[in-house]
């Protein structure tokens, strides 16, 4: 199954995440479909950047979004539910 998940690229006590579509396979920080963002949560406000066409694409072929990665879409007004 493809999931809507975050990928870890941050330094040792300052994260930062991609937005990627990957198979539940996969490690973590591994092998991605395609990255659909950004995520950054160090900042004030937290950053947040999606490519909401594409991530509205990959939901409608049948990808699952993570818990995290649900309420991200949520915000940035890619995932309706």
Known sequence: MVKIRLKRIGMKKIP???????????????RAIEEIGLYDPMKQPATIRIDVDRAKYWLGTGAQPTE??????????????
């Open 16 to 30: 930062c995440y991609r937005v990627v579509v990957a198979d539940e396979r996969s490690p973590r920080d591994g």
């Open 68 to 81: 995290t990665a649900k309420i991200l879409l949520k915000k940035a007004g890619a995932y309706d539910a």
